[in-house]
């Protein structure tokens, strides 16, 4: 996977390898993941030596997701976007009628 990424964009930058990613995954007419609008579009930071896409989600800001720039998987996207905004939410009425609280026995 990673020898045919660096074939692909050889003689590029890493930043405007960034760029065109980007746009690609970002492209509106593409018929690719949704997980991607869940996010900020990447940016380009150093993690233990590597270079890194650091995805910032746009409802958590303090939540990342760092991804290698070969890798193409949106798998741990998916699993954040589950638990940032998972399907079924509650509300404080159905937490209430589970409450046993009851003011005489504080």
């Known amino acids: ?7 692909r964009y050889s003689g590029l930058s890493e930043h ?3 760029e065109k990613q ?3 995954w970002y492209d509106p007419n593409r018929q690719g993941s949704e997980a991607y ?3 900020n579009k990447p940016t380009l930071v150093v993690l233990n030596g590597k ?3 650091r ?3 746009i409802k958590n800001p303090s939540k990342v997701v760092h991804r290698a720039p070969y890798e193409d998987s949106t798998g741990n996207f998916n699993k954040h ?12 009425a159905e937490f209430a009628a589970g409450s046993t609280y009851s003011a005489a026995r504080f």
């Open 22 to 24: 980007t746009a690609f």
């Open 37 to 39: 609008y869940h996010f």
């Open 1 to 7: 996977k990673k020898a045919a990424w660096e074939k």
């Open 16 to 18: 405007e390898i960034l």
């Open 55 to 57: 995805f910032q989600c």
């Open 51 to 53: 270079g890194m896409y």
């Open 81 to 92: 976007i589950k638990v940032c905004d998972p399907k079924k939410k509650g509300n404080i």
